[in-house]
């Protein structure tokens, strides 16, 4: 929405900065003696309170990344009910789904099924990771494979559109990047 039909110069930019990243980690993990997180990092490099701060705000980071996917999730669960159910018919679910005031107890739902997965073990937990990778990764191959057959050349025209410039190539791959959130964590 950002960039036009330049979204893929956005994803190589974000892409980008996600490899810089990885590298940054990589760097650091092959400088300490130590496994660890930006905790251990800081901790070694920086000292204790500074790593207190870093392992602050990298908890700080996951909480708002997962309320973000989960209200995303629970969104798009609300919109689905909205557009296939009769309007005109009384549907409890529909009222509990969206009550309204900006509540969104869908993304609480979520929140709550993923914490008692992690909760259940790393062996679970790898399992229901390795099946949506796979999902994902399935379904990107599909529609790129569609897309190409589909495809009209004319909507590249322009490639970059004057309303959103070099400017909306960077927005769109800032916005892009937040999918890459989890290296640290790696």
């Excluded at 092959?30 to 602050?56: C, D, K, N, Q, T």
């Excluded at 209200?71 to 309007?87: F, I, T």
């Excluded at 796979?134 to 322009?158: D, E, H, R, W």
Aim: aromatic share 14%; hydrophobic share 45%.
């Amino acid at each position: 929405a950002y960039a036009g039909p330049a979204t893929v110069l956005s994803w190589g930019v974000a892409g980008l900065a996600a490899c810089m990243s990885g590298l940054c980690y990589a760097e650091l993990a092959g400088r300490f003696p130590a496994a660890g997180s930006s905790y251990a990092y800081s901790f070694i490099s920086l000292g204790e309170m500074p790593a207190v701060l870093a392992g602050s705000c990298m908890t700080l980071e996951y909480v708002f990344s997962a309320s973000a996917v989960a209200r995303s999730w629970g969104d798009k669960v609300v919109e689905y009910a909205k557009a296939n159910l009769d309007p005109n018919g009384n549907y409890p679910v529909l009222s509990f789904l969206d009550p309204g005031g900006g509540v969104n107890p869908f993304a609480f739902i979520i929140s709550s099924v993923a914490v008692g997965l992690h909760l259940r073990g790393v062996r679970e937990s790898k399992t229901v990771t390795n099946l949506f990778s796979l999902l994902k990764v399935a379904l990107v191959i599909f529609m790129t494979t569609v897309s190409y057959s589909l495809m009209q050349p004319g909507n590249l025209v322009p490639f970059v559109p004057a309303e959103f410039g070099i400017g909306g190539i960077f927005r769109g791959a800032s916005t892009l990047f937040f999918g890459y959130i989890g290296y640290d964590e790696i």
